[in-house]
């Protein structure tokens, strides 16, 4: 099992005792351009996001705080990754259907992305990104 083209990549970390320090570089620490930055908080107990799947956009997910699971789909494969930490994260691939639950208290999730917004990338529906899965 796995899914290709998704997986964790670890971050530089600069060690300090007054506090650490990681830092990102687009075509370099992670596999593309960034062009947009943004992040889920206040996700209240219980609750779910994503349920999508991108057409061409690919994404990278950290926890700056607090921790978060994330289920990965192919169309074939399923996958669950959990992020805890600020120094590494999850590269998601395009035509990956992604859920995100077991959002601790106070938990950010970070997302940098391959391109600007635009509805037309996602799959919103289930049904239809397994049927373009199969093409």
Same mark, same amino acid.
């Given at each position: 099992?796995?899914?290709?083209?998704?997986? $964790?990549?670890?971050?530089?970390?600069?060690?300090?005792?007054?506090?650490?320090?990681?830092?990102?570089? +687009?075509?370099?620490?992670?596999?593309?351009?960034?062009?947009?930055?943004?992040?889920?908080?206040?996700?209240?107990? +219980?609750?779910?996001?994503?349920?999508?799947?991108?057409?061409?956009?690919?994404? $990278?997910?950290?926890?700056?705080?607090?921790? $978060?699971?994330?289920?990965?789909?192919? +169309?074939?494969?399923?996958?669950?990754?959990?992020?805890?930490?600020?120094?590494?994260?999850?590269?998601?691939?395009?035509?990956?259907?992604?859920?995100?639950?077991?959002?601790?208290?106070?938990?950010?999730?970070?997302?940098?992305?391959?391109?600007?917004?635009?509805?037309?990338?996602?799959?919103?529906?289930?049904?239809?990104?397994?049927?373009?899965?199969?093409?």
């Amino acid at each position: 099992m796995g899914l290709p083209g998704c997986r $964790f990549i670890y971050l530089p970390k600069i060690t300090d005792p007054r506090g650490n320090l990681t830092f990102i570089e +687009g075509a370099n620490h992670v596999p593309f351009d960034i062009k947009r930055v943004y992040y889920l908080y206040d996700v209240p107990g +219980g609750a779910e996001r994503g349920g999508h799947a991108h057409k061409e956009l690919q994404q $990278f997910m950290i926890a700056m705080s607090g921790s $978060f699971d994330v289920v990965l789909d192919d +169309g074939s494969n399923k996958q669950r990754f959990h992020l805890n930490r600020s120094y590494y994260g999850l590269y998601i691939a395009n035509m990956v259907w992604r859920e995100m639950d077991n959002f601790s208290s106070g938990s950010v999730c970070m997302v940098l992305a391959s391109e600007k917004f635009d509805e037309t990338d996602y799959y919103r529906d289930y049904k239809e990104f397994l049927k373009a899965t199969k093409q």
